[in-house]
């Protein structure tokens, strides 16, 4: 059973910044692409990062591009979001997210406040 579980969030001052981990369980990790996905209240959830099986392909929306990083450990079967010069805008929940076959699997995703 594969099983995503978000950790790191938390509250933070803008310009500050936060790591996020993701931990997968009950799949073969190195055989996926991973994404970072985030909702803020009242809006649709939206991709913000996503990388493929061994990093060589990484995309990021152009709301973070240069300010967040997204990185894997196939070792141990962990994502990571780093995310630096952090807005308020940017307050949301951030969900993993790998996709395997036909299914769509999220983690519960952990809460990111920037705020003053």
């Known amino acids: 059973q594969v099983q995503l579980v978000e950790s790191g969030g938390g509250l933070v001052q803008p310009g500050g910044s936060l790591r996020l981990s993701c931990a997968a369980s009950?799949?073969?990790?190195?055989?996926?692409?991973m994404g970072w996905y985030r909702q803020a209240p009242g809006k649709q959830r939206e991709l913000v990062a996503r990388i493929f099986m061994n990093s060589g392909i990484i995309n990021y929306a152009d709301s973070v591009k240069g300010r967040f990083t997204i990185a894997r450990d196939n070792a141990k079967n962990t994502m990571y979001l780093q995310m630096n010069s952090l807005k308020p805008e940017d307050t949301a929940v951030y969900y993993c997210?790998?996709?395997?076959?036909?299914?769509?699997?999220w983690g519960q995703g952990t809460q990111v406040t920037v705020s003053s």
């Open positions: 997210n790998t996709n395997i076959g036909t299914r769509d699997y």
């Open positions: 009950g799949m073969i990790f190195s055989r996926y692409a």
